[in-house]
């Protein structure tokens, strides 16, 4: 069973801080998913990572997918209220694996 | 906006009762999913069809089924309630049935309250 582990289940900061949330496995997956989703809200898609150590910049969210593909990061820099939600990681199979391993969630509230 | 709808938004009803809830994908997607969400279980994968036909099942109870019509729309039925069934369920529709890229889009969920 694939299983994903995510740190820190629950993050409070002020607004103008810098934060990193991770996803772990000690399974491979062939693909790493991070939506964000707010209260009484469905998953927002935020980015899709594939390749081994590849980094995606999406305006002050940085996402990075582990060489061995077991692992990713998100980093936020100078969190904004507006970046409050729960933060959630998917690991896809692949080919014929059309499934999506969710982790827990990282809950970040932003203090203005 | 991620051009998945589901209705109802909430739903409440009582134990041993039986609720359908309906998802359209978005505009050419032939995939669609069934997720849980409780607080301490997260997002559960409940069952996945691709244009039609079951494609793949997770942790769904005998209690639930679901189809996917010709139009692609998708119906989930939740039968003999209890009240563990409360949470939030969501449909998320991808282009395709699997791959690297698969990407979901999630609806806004249906809330179901069981009492």
């Known amino acids: 069973t694939q299983l994903l582990e995510q740190s820190p289940q629950f993050l409070s900061i002020q607004e103008g801080e810098n934060l990193t949330v991770y996803c772990n496995s000690s399974s491979v997956f062939s693909s790493l998913q991070w939506y964000r989703q707010e209260p009484g809200e469905g998953p927002v898609l935020l980015v899709t990572v594939v390749t081994g150590g590849e980094v995606k910049k999406l305006k002050r969210l940085t996402f990075q997918f582990g060489d061995a593909r077991k692992d990713s990061s998100l980093h936020i820099t100078a969190a904004q209220p507006g970046d409050t939600g729960l933060y959630l990681c998917a690991g896809g199979g692949g080919g014929s694996n059309y499934k999506l391993t969710f982790g827990k969630g990282t809950l970040l509230t932003v203090n203005p | 906006d991620s051009g998945v709808t589901q209705t109802p938004k909430h739903l409440i009803t009582a134990t041993g009762q039986r609720v359908t809830l309906r998802c359209s994908p978005r505009?050419?997607?032939?995939?669609v999913y069934w997720y849980q969400q409780s607080l301490d279980q997260g997002l559960q994968f409940l069952i996945q069809y691709y244009n039609g036909e079951e494609r793949a099942k997770g942790n769904i109870l005998e209690r639930f089924s679901a189809q996917q019509f010709p139009d692609l729309h998708s119906e989930l039925n939740l039968s003999s309630l209890e009240l563990g069934d409360s949470a939030l369920y969501f449909c998320?529709?991808?282009?395709?049935?699997?791959?690297?890229?698969?990407?979901?889009?999630f609806g806004p969920g249906t809330r179901l309250t069981v009492l």
């Open positions: 505009s050419g997607d032939l995939s």
């Open positions: 998320a529709s991808s282009t395709r049935g699997s791959g690297a890229y698969n990407e979901q889009f």
